[in-house]
């Protein structure tokens, strides 16, 4: 009687166990695909935004940008950071890296005019 009992009990512990997943941390993946909407609020060396729409970003956020930025209107068609203006509504691709500096700065890899 006491096998079958404390085999009954590890049985059990053994479902439990393998019942307990662990949900993994979400986070932005490394690869560029990390996106947000934002409204432009100034231009500079820096572009200042403010994000409307983010998984993971909210408030204002200065847009870093350089060779490597590919800046495309809502079509596809090629545009140049003079094309950009304040109040545009922009989705900005960036790696997911975030500047821990106020306001949080990011990297933009592609900037789509809306």
């Known amino acids: 009687m006491k096998k079958i009992l404390l085999c009954t009990l590890l049985l059990f512990s053994l479902l439990a166990l393998c019942a307990c997943e ?4 979400e986070t932005p993946p490394p690869d560029g695909s990390v996106h947000m909407t ?4 100034g231009m500079g060396e820096k572009i200042e935004v403010e994000v409307l729409e983010s998984d993971y970003a909210s408030g204002i956020y ?3 940008t350089g060779e490597q930025t590919a ?3 809502s079509e596809g068609n090629t545009l140049s950071r003079t094309d950009l203006s304040v109040g545009d509504t922009v989705e900005i691709f960036y790696s997911g890296q975030v500047m821990m500096s106020l306001p949080p700065q990011i990297v933009a890899a592609k900037i789509i005019v809306q």
Request: charged share 35%; glycine share 0%.
């Open 62 to 64: 200065l847009v870093i």
């Open 71 to 73: 800046y495309l209107d």
């Open 38 to 41: 934002a409204t432009i609020k």
């Open 22 to 25: 662990e949900k993994p941390e």
